[in-house]
């Protein structure tokens, strides 16, 4: 093995990604990090996955979702 085991600083500027205001569902339980994307869910009011809460809309900046999402 030849690889370099340094690590490029992130002093230089990053390519980064572009985000976008994403409609997404939040947990109201505000020691529960879990959130979901709106468009990947059907269900009108749903319940956490982790803890059951009731979710709430919001909105977050996330990278596009990928067109080879499946249907
Ligand atoms: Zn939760």
Not at 59 to 69: A, G, Q, T
Request: charge should be negative.
């Amino acid at each position: 093995m030849n690889h370099s085991a340094r690590i490029p600083s992130r002093s230089g500027r990053e390519h980064a990604q572009p985000l976008y205001p994403t409609e997404v569902w939040e947990c109201t339980n505000e020691d529960c990090p879990c959130w979901m994307r709106k468009g990947l869910t059907f269900e009108e009011q749903p319940k956490c996955p982790m803890c059951g809460s009731e979710m709430m809309p919001g909105e977050r900046m996330l990278p596009r979702v990928s067109d080879k999402e499946p249907r």
